[in-house]
């Protein structure tokens, strides 16, 4: 029973985030709400850490499954990629030092809070 109970949290906050960005027209997609939501569910103490643990684990390690589609979609697009390629590696090397910069400001604040 204890494997269903993990997936059944994990597909119940997903759902809500879904349901939620639906509802109210978001801009972020559901899978993220949902993922925020699970955050702070596990921060709260409402989810035990235990009980999402291995089901997490078990889509972390199949992962690369999840990447099929979108490079399938890439495929598909080759041609307006080929169109748009400076504005795509402007927003890739934008986006990639943006997520260089605020890991590295969280490693350091995280390293001072531990001293």
Request: charged share 15%; aromatic share 10%.
């Amino acid at each position: 029973m204890k494997p269903y109970r993990g997936l059944a949290i994990i597909f119940g906050f997903y759902t809500l985030g879904e349901f939620t960005s639906s509802s109210l027209n978001l801009p972020i997609p559901g899978s993220v709400l949902g993922m925020l939501y699970l955050l702070g569910a596990l921060l709260g103490g409402v989810v035990k850490l235990e009980w999402v643990e291995d089901e997490a684990e078990l889509f972390v390690r199949n992962m690369s499954v999840m990447f099929v589609p979108p490079g399938v979609g890439i495929v598909t697009y080759v041609g307006l990629l080929k169109s748009q390629a400076i504005p795509v590696f402007g927003a890739l090397v934008i986006s990639f030092l943006i997520t260089i910069l605020v890991t590295a400001k969280t490693v350091e604040l995280m390293r001072r809070e531990k001293e």
